[in-house]
T-cell receptor
Framework: AQSVTQPDIHITVSEGASLELRCNYSYGATPYLFWYVQSPGQGLQLLLKYFSGDTLVQGIKGFEAEFKRSQSSFNLRKPSVHWSDAAEYFCAARSLSQGNLIFGKGTKLSVKP | DTEVTQTPKHLVMGMTNKKSLKCEQHMGHRAMYWYKQKAKKPPELMFVYSYEKLSINESVPSRFSPECPNSSLLNLHLHALQPEDSALYLC?????????FGPGTRLTVL
């Protein structure tokens, strides 16, 4: 069965520092991959998506992610974190059998001044 | 119109009440989804409608009853809920491989 793993439950970074959130997926073929952000009490906002082609994808708010087939990874990066980036981040893959999204457990990002 | 709307935004109900959640999209998407999200957890799939027919029910208790009256509208009827059903209920519609989420309805069951 398809699954998405986010190894880090909680990450704290200093404002202005770089960020990398890890995501691994389990499926042989190339999945459709997404990163979402969710602020407390809010819905999900799509940051970026990967379907095919260039393995480095750019998203909103200065985020990017790189798809690495050899490592089954789709890590999210940002060169300089802002305090407003503090939120929960979910990596997701589209289920090939049902069309819904399969989510990782999420990584909570805290930003310290 | 490129968004999914959900009403109400917040809902508080007792265990004996009957209420409904509403989801609407006018993007022509033919697949629509209900997800349930508990605090500090990822969204979990509840139901999938494809071309207005229920295609997937993820073993959801019968106190949750979905309905798709037309291609733009998705309802979730609630009856005799339990306090543990308190959660954020997210609706989504999909176009090819991408899902568009609504803002959610935050449900509290007393």
């Amino acid at each position: 069965a398809q699954s998405v793993t986010q190894p880090d439950i909680h990450i704290t970074v200093s404002e202005g520092a770089s960020l990398e959130l890890r995501c691994n997926y389990s499926y042989g073929a190339t999945p459709y991959l997404f990163w979402y952000v969710q602020s407390p009490g809010q819905g999900l906002q799509l940051l970026l998506k990967y379907f095919s082609g260039d393995t480095l994808v750019q998203g909103i708010k200065g985020f990017e992610a790189e798809f690495k087939r050899s490592q089954s990874s789709f890590n999210l990066r940002k060169p300089s974190v802002h305090w407003s980036d503090a939120a929960e981040y979910f990596c997701a893959a589209r289920s090939l059998s049902q069309g819904n999204l399969i989510f990782g457990k999420g990584t909570k990002l805290s930003v310290k001044p | 119109d490129t968004e999914v709307t959900q009403t109400p935004k917040h809902l508080v109900m007792g265990m004996t009440n009957k209420k409904s959640l509403k989801c609407e999209q006018h993007m022509g998407h033919r697949a629509m989804y209900w997800y349930k999200q508990k605090a500090k957890k990822p969204p979990e799939l509840m139901f999938v409608y494809s071309y207005e027919k229920l295609s997937i029910n993820e073993s959801v208790p019968s106190r949750f009853s979905p309905e798709c009256p037309n291609s733009s509208l998705l309802n979730l009827h609630l009856h005799a809920l339990q306090p543990e059903d308190s959660a954020l209920y997210l609706c989504a519609s999909s176009h090819y491989n991408e899902q568009f989420f609504g803002p959610g309805t935050r449900l509290t069951v007393l």
